[in-house]
C-alpha cells in the first residue's frame, strides 16, 4: 500500500528539517542518519508530517514535547496515530525526557521494531 501525501504540505516539511528540535537533532545525528536501514526526517504522510519515517518497517517514530501531553496535543495525537495506523504503520513515540535519559533504550528499541517489521513485510512479500 502506498503512503498518501498531501503535497501542500512540502514547504513546511522543509522547514520543519531545517529547523529540528534539539531532540530530534540528538536522534537524527547520533542514530537515524547512519542506521543501515534508510529513515526519513520529517516525512509527510496524508494530511500529516511525521518527524521519522522508516519505508521498509513501516515505522514512524515521534519525538514528543510538552505540548504533546496537554489535552488538545494527546487528542490530535490520537486522531493522526489511528490514521496512520490505518495505513498499516507503526507508531513509537517517545519523550524530550526519555531521549535526553535513556538514548540507548530508545535506540535498541528503534533498532529492534525495524528488524522485527522488516524481517515481517519482507516475509509477507516472499
Not at 518527524?51 to 515521534?62: G, K, M, N, P, S
Not at 495506523?85 to 524530550?96: M, P
Request: aromatic letters at 10%; hydrophobic letters at 35%.
Amino acid at each position: 500500500m502506498s503512503i498518501p501525501k498531501d503535497r501542500n504540505l512540502l514547504p513546511k516539511a522543509k522547514r520543519l528539517r531545517r529547523e529540528m528540535t534539539p531532540h530530534e537533532r540528538k536522534l537524527w545525528y547520533l542514530f537515524l542518519k547512519t542506521y543501515p536501514v534508510k529513515t526519513y526526517r520529517q516525512r509527510i504522510i496524508g494530511p500529516y508530517i511525521a518527524d521519522f519515517y522508516c519505508h521498509q518497517a513501516r515505522l514512524v517514530i515521534e519525538i514528543d514535547g510538552s505540548q504533546h501531553y496537554m489535552a488538545e496535543g494527546h487528542s490530535h495525537d490520537e486522531v493522526r496515530d489511528r490514521y496512520m495506523e490505518g495505513l498499516g504503520l507503526t507508531i513509537l513515540r517517545f519523550s524530550n525526557r526519555e531521549i535526553d535519559r535513556e538514548f540507548r533504550a530508545v535506540c535498541d528499541l528503534i533498532d529492534r521494531t525495524i528488524k522485527e517489521r522488516s524481517t515481517k513485510s519482507n516475509s509477507s512479500f516472499a
